[in-house]
């Protein structure tokens, strides 16, 4: 079994006739098993997971408590109002909404593209999504006001005879979420099947045995199992490329259909995308990192993943540097006074703090990854991940709040203050989805034991031959 | 968890004893693969291949068919692509049609968003669902767990399983061919008592009580929907539903006399309601000796006695009584032009022809229809043209649209003042009609009159 | 550490690799050549000729360019992708990618007589360099910064440089790398790869902002250089899908491009169209929707006298058509019909950067032979370089370190 070595091979010098090995060490099918069953299976958790879970599900029920605050009070105790009547719950969901989506992007895109070295983080990252789509589902769920009316969001017959509004990118939301959470956790949940079936032949209480036992559903492994998985795995994959490019697309649609300067802008669908992908990957990576040091998953998730992850940051960082200059360009060069002045207004304007946080963040704090050395440090990028994901809330913010706060009309404006409601329940999503991900890692197999298997040195000659 | 053993044992005694099958164990892809091929060359079509990741080339060794999912998938799609179209279609454009903004009632672009993501949703369940029923799931009594070396199938062993109904199949044969094609270890696969296989039966009643108890609420919920019911509605969520504040009809412990619709102060008048020029308002002249009336009179009760009056029946009402006839105006107390007089004839039409007729003469459908009936509470209106009519004052001809006169109702709350003026004015004219004569109409208008036979 | 197995096998193949001369390739170029002399002076009889001051043969002269140009261009990207991908399926596709990257040098060149015609106070396709119509407009006046003569050279001489030195460089290394075999180049260009795909990116972006998008100079959308980016990229990819193709099939070639190999092209080729159509889906609605005049008048142009017809068959043929013919796997892999359906991509991406440019020459489409004859030279005279660069040279990288993994590319 392998365990967390002092020195970790590195795998990311190479020699371009020569793939480096995606397990490193000696690894073989059972030691893959061994090594990442045993983690579910531990009697009693580490104690560091015992006092992080305590924190995340205290900020859970914090979360719940205010969310029953807000449905009895009224949406009155957010700082929403006129004119930035958006504020930080749609900030809040657009920012875990863009996290997920580095999942789907793993799970799908890269298995599109062949890249056999997700195959030891794809299952984390799909983990990943579902808490993280959880989280942002909660936002737009709790603004709507009467909760409780929740239902007329969807097609369904009610008492006032009338139906959504399919005109409105608020509707084309609400079913581009549903069908992302779902097909994420349909995705999430086949590819977890052999590794449940995995769990359920090693357990050793009955409640164990009868638990993974109903959610294998009585995989056995068979040819004609795998076959049809591996066809469902690829068609699964095939869908959710465009769901996961549409999702953040019609997010992105919900600001860019109206004629609000700095929102009516048409660069907004790809920017958003990249922006998530962006935002994903650098959440996979603050998540990876003290993950595979705690719980020895070194040679399954090797410096090289890490290096790949911190390239793909760097690249969509860069797409998200060219939409700003992009749309800055654009609006000096349309002329549109009103665009123009929404740029000035985010550099100089009142927010001007969070819009240089969002800059130095987004497009400089990236750049770190040029260099290798940074590139194959795992703590480093840890810190250049965390102010990434700053930075991308605070686009997000930025982008809401201050061209609402400061658009046509001067006699309108007005500065918008988060209220301790909006902050705390922030990180309150925070706990949420620590809670969920913490027991992920202690009932769930981290990672995907029957893909990584099937990358095995010693498989893949197999497979080539 | 047994581990392989590399020698093989004797074949067992027991060979007459039924067995589902044999399951042979190999230690590595490779070998599952070599051994696949070389059975099915023996005759072996029905076996079954297990391993803990899938095996690459293993689908052509077996001769195995290309599963039929992408058309279920493509199903899925077409369905919730069409569905998404459809909802758009109907919901909004047909059944409840939405106004928005210049936008088309139903187009191509705004749906798709909603139909691509329902196409992509439903095409997931269908490979989803479709993986799942053809894989032979959820199953989970097999027989194969009975045998503890197969627990390894899913770790780092690869198994070859025949069943016993394969044709080529023969307990000793197999099971020395099976070891002959590099198994490391064979074992029987038992035959499963039915019994033993079935769910148990505490499952399944607390599965029926959990179903039948879900579907409570939906039938609740459906009941209440289509039936009627004298009680008033349960609001869990009182929201704005009782409001701290009195309504209409209701008793008010805040004031004295109990009642919480307030009468108005004594001498107030509403704004807008002050209405001090008597002669357009009501139709009498303000400058008369008892100032008092300007105020008072040209209400309601007047109107009787006023035609009591011009029809020479003299005020007996009651001794003592200081009920006076208004001073009404004769003079329009607003300019009379072309203009007030095709208002008043549009106004007329509208309001008084449907029982006074076209023409003044009481011959409105409403009276023909209602004469035709016979109903005998209906009174003739009097002839517009009539001399008592023709000789009252323009004022009293205000009052009586105004304020109704025996049958008649009151029109003040239907017609505005100035409108009622119109009317008065196209009434005098249209009474002028049948007094005129030739020497009355303009010389340029005249030739273009003829005769009436 | 090369496997054992495949030592015999590459070597076999690279030997024949080296035989890859473009034989009879001497009947190609003199073909060419006299093609481009032919309709060079077709379109100097033209130019002579006409009569509108030239206009309809500038805007027809643009289109054609930009249609070669916007293909090297995709096949620069397409090189630059694969090298910092490390990919090692592409690699017996990719010498005629640079080839085909490299003949950047041709459009560039036929760049020329515009930028000549515009210092020179040409104002037919341009019109903000008529100083009459650029006074009093307010919106032009600010721009004018931007968008004058000088600037707009000294812009244009950027972007080529860029995209010669780009394109050159990355041919010119892989050539030196089948002589070297040095595995260091294989890092070299990969490093290397990384500015230029960002060097790419903006000079794409602001070059179509500057020929293409300012054609209206009153219009504006953050999404164009996406957009022809999109278009580009599909192009390229239909020829690179065309080249695997006829090799898939060709004696010659076959051991060089496999099945697998014309799928995953294809497969590019579908997703880069897919993701045309996202782009052009989401400048459409977002314009649509907010229904600002600003805006929507460069849309209503295209959905007028006759215009509508145009955008009706580049919704069909761009998308819908190769969506529907190439979504089975087994269509993907059959040569006859990829090339059928990158033809069509071909002529749709021409009918694309139509459906950009020609609503400001002319209220309804006209095409005739003036835009014909342009892009018979600019197809001509691109390919004439193409064949002369790779004249005398290997069709196929022999000394890339990733060889090897390239002829063997099976997936089952």
């Given amino acids: 079994m392998a365990t967390a070595t002092a020195h970790e091979v590195d795998n990311t010098l190479f020699d371009p006739a020569v793939r480096p090995p995606l397990v490193t060490g000696e690894a073989s099918l059972g030691s893959i098993t061994e090594q990442v069953a045993s983690l579910a299976e531990r009697p009693h958790p580490p104690r560091a997971w015992t006092i992080a879970f305590a924190i995340s599900s205290s900020l859970t029920v914090m979360l719940f408590g205010l969310i029953g605050y807000l449905i009895a009070t009224g949406v009155g105790v957010w700082g929403n109002n006129s004119p930035v009547a958006w504020g930080w719950p749609i900030v809040n969901f657009v920012f875990w909404v863009g996290i997920g989506h580095a999942g789907t992007l793993i799970s799908a895109i890269l298995f599109l593209f062949r890249q056999d070295w997700r195959t030891s983080i794809n299952r984390f990252a799909e983990a990943m999504t579902i808490f993280a789509v959880t989280c942002a589902g909660i936002f737009p769920a709790i603004h709507i006001g009467r909760v409780w009316f929740a239902y007329w969001l969807a097609p369904l017959p009610n008492s006032l005879a009338m139906w959504p509004n399919f005109r409105s990118p608020l509707l084309w939301d609400v079913f581009a979420v549903t069908a992302y959470a779902t097909v994420s956790g349909m995705f999430w949940y086949l590819g977890m099947l052999p590794d449940l079936a995995t769990l359920r032949d090693r357990a050793s209480t009955r409640v164990r045995k009868i638990a993974y036992g109903i959610a294998s559903l009585g995989w056995t492994g068979s040819s004609k199992q795998w076959r049809l998985f591996e066809m469902a795995y690829l068609l699964l994959a095939a869908l959710a490329t465009p769901l996961v490019l549409s999702v953040h697309t019609i997010v992105s649609f919900d600001f860019a259909v109206s004629q609000v300067p700095g929102w009516h802008t048409t660069i907004f669908p790809p920017y958003f995308v990249a922006g998530a992908v962006f935002s994903g990957f650098a959440m996979v990576i603050t998540l990876m990192v003290p993950a595979r040091e705690f719980f020895g998953l070194k040679n399954l998730v090797t410096l090289r993943h890490l290096e790949n992850m911190c390239k793909i940051v760097l690249a969509t960082g860069m797409m998200v540097g060219y939409a700003y200059a992009a749309e800055f360009f654009i609006a000096w060069y349309g002329g549109n006074q009103y665009e123009q002045f929404a740029f000035v207004n985010r550099a100089l304007g009142p927010y001007a703090w969070a819009y240089w946080t969002m800059v130095s963040c987004n497009v400089l704090a990236p750049q770190l990854f040029w260099f290798k050395a940074i590139r194959t440090n795992p703590w480093a990028m840890v810190g250049i991940c965390v102010l990434v994901n700053i930075g991308m809330w605070f686009e997000r913010f930025v982008i809401t709040v201050t061209s609402l706060s400061r658009d046509f009309l001067p006699s309108s404006w007005g500065y918008f203050a988060p209220t301790l409601v909006d902050v705390l329940m922030f990180v309150g999503s925070f706990g949420l989805f620590f809670t969920l991900f913490l027991l992920f890692c202690r009932f769930l197999p981290m990672v995907a034991m029957a893909e990584v298997k099937s990358v095995l040195p010693a498989e893949e000659d197999q497979n080539r031959s | ?453 | ?412």
């Avoid at chain 2, 696949?36 to 195995?64: C, M, N, Q, W």
């Avoid at chain 2, 003079?331 to 022809?353: H, M, N, S, T, W």
């Avoid at chain 3, 099939?249 to 993701?275: A, M, Q, W």
Wanted: hydrophobic content about 45%; charged content about 20%.
């Fill in chain 3, 1 to 412: 550490m090369k496997p054992a197995s495949s030592a015999n096998l590459s070597s076999e193949i690279t030997l024949k690799a080296r035989r890859e001369r473009l034989s009879g390739q001497f009947n190609v170029s003199f073909l060419l050549r006299t093609i481009v002399a032919a309709t060079l002076i077709g379109v100097l009889g033209i130019a002579f000729s006409s009569s509108d001051g030239g206009r309809q043969l500038g805007f027809a002269w643009l289109l054609n360019v930009w249609f070669g140009l916007s293909i090297c261009l995709g096949a620069i990207f397409f090189v630059a992708i694969q090298h910092i991908t490390r990919s090692g399926w592409s690699v017996t596709v990719r010498r005629v990618a640079e080839l085909i990257g490299a003949s950047v040098v041709g459009p560039v060149v036929l760049l020329l007589p515009v930028i000549i015609g515009l210092l020179s106070g040409h104002k037919e396709i341009f019109s903000w360099n008529d100083p009459v119509y650029v006074a009093g407009d307010a919106i032009l006046e600010g721009k004018e910064a931007y968008l004058n003569a000088p600037f707009f050279s000294v812009r244009a001489l950027i972007y080529s440089a860029v995209w010669i030195v780009a394109g050159v460089w990355l041919l010119r290394t892989s050539r030196r790398q089948d002589r070297s075999a040095d595995r260091l180049l294989t890092l070299k260009m990969e490093r290397r790869s990384a500015p230029i795909l960002i060097l790419l990116g903006l000079t794409i972006t602001f070059a179509s902002f500057d020929w293409l998008m300012s054609l209206d100079p009153h219009w504006f959308s953050t999404i164009y250089g996406v957009y022809v980016f999109s278009g580009a990229m599909t192009a390229a990819l239909a020829v690179l899908a065309i080249v695997a193709a006829v090799w898939v099939n060709s004696e010659r070639h076959r051991e060089l491009v496999t099945p697998e190999h014309l799928h995953d092209i294809t497969k590019l080729l579908y997703g880069f169209n897919c993701f045309w159509a996202y782009i052009a889906f989401s400048q459409y609605l977002l314009i649509w929707y907010a229904n600002i005049p600003e805006e929507t008048i460069w849309l209503k142009h295209r959905q007028t006298h006759g215009w509508d017809f145009v955008t009706l068959i580049l919704m069909t043929g761009h998308f819908f058509v190769p969506f529907v013919l190439l979504m089975p796997r087994a269509a993907k892999r059959n040569p006859v019909i990829v090339i059928g359906v990158a033809c069509l991509l071909l002529v749709m991406h021409w009918l694309d950067l139509y459906w950009l440019i020609y609503p400001q020459f002319n209220e309804s489409p006209v095409l005739g032979l003036t835009e014909m004859i342009g892009l018979m030279l600019v197809i001509s005279f691109t390919a004439l370089i193409a064949v002369r660069l790779g004249r005398g040279e290997n069709l196929v990288p022999v000394s890339d370190p990733r060889l090897p993994e390239a002829l063997k590319h099976h997936v089952t």
């Fill in chain 2, 1 to 453: 968890m047994s581990t392989a053993t590399t020698t093989r044992p004797a074949a067992p005694a027991e060979s007459e004893v039924r067995i589902g099958g044999l399951l042979a164990e190999f230690t590595s892809a490779d070998a599952v693969v070599a051994a696949t091929r070389k059975l099915r060359a023996a005759g072996y079509l029905k076996l079954e291949v297990f391993s803990p990741h899938p095996i690459h080339g293993i689908d052509k060794v077996l001769a195995a068919k290309r599963p039929l999912l992408p058309w279920a998938a493509l199903i899925g799609a077409a369905i919730g692509l069409s569905g998404g179209f459809w909802m758009a279609w109907w919901m909004n454009a047909i059944d409840y049609p939405f106004i928005i903004s210049g936008k088309p009632m139903f187009s191509f672009l705004p749906s798709l968003p909603v139909a691509f993501e329902l196409a992509i949703l439903l095409a997931a369940f269908a490979v989803f669902g479709g993986t799942i029923i053809l894989s032979g799931l959820p199953r989970p009594a097999n027989r194969l767990f009975r045998i503890p070396a197969f627990a390894r199938a899913t770790n780092d062993r690869f198994f070859i399983a025949i069943d016993q109904t394969d044709s080529a199949f023969e307990a000793n044969r197999t099971r020395s061919q099976l070891y002959d094609a590099g198994s490391a270890g064979v074992e029987s696969i038992p035959i499963l008592d039915p019994k033993e296989s079935k769910l148990p039966r505490g499952l399944i009643m607390t599965a029926l009580a959990l179903g039948v108890t879900a579907l409570i609420p939906p039938v609740l919920i459906a009941k209440a929907r289509h039936t009627t019911s004298e009680t008033p509605r349960l609001s869990l969520i009182a929201d704005m539903d009782h409001q701290p504040k009195f309504k209409a009809q209701t008793t008010n412990p805040l004031f004295a006399d109990g009642r919480s619709m307030r009468p108005q102060v004594a001498g107030t008048i509403a704004q807008g309601d002050l209405r001090e020029d008597a002669a357009l308002n009501r139709g009498i002249r303000s400058e008369s000796e008892n100032s008092d009336s300007a105020m008072t009179d040209g209400f309601p009760g007047d109107t009787l006695l006023a035609s009591l009056e011009s029809e020479g029946v003299p005020p007996s009402i009651a001794d003592g009584d200081t009920l006076q006839t208004p001073d009404w105006v004769t003079d329009f107390p607003l300019a009379v032009d072309e203009k007030l007089i095709r208002r008043g004839k549009q106004r007329y039409e509208i309001f008084c022809a449907t029982c006074h007729g076209i023409g003044g003469d009481g011959d409105g459908l409403v009276t023909l229809r209602a004469l035709e009936l016979e109903q005998g509470t209906w009174v003739k209106p009097t002839s517009l043209h009539a001399e008592p009519i023709r000789n009252q004052p323009v004022g009293q001809l205000y009052n009586v649209i105004s304020n109704g006169v025996r049958k008649m109702p009151g029109y003040a709350s239907q017609i505005p003042v100035n409108d009622r003026w119109a009317i008065v004015s196209y009434l005098k004219a249209l009474q002028k009609t049948r007094t005129a004569t030739s020497e009355d109409v303009p010389p340029d208008v005249l030739p273009n009159m003829r005769e009436l036979n």
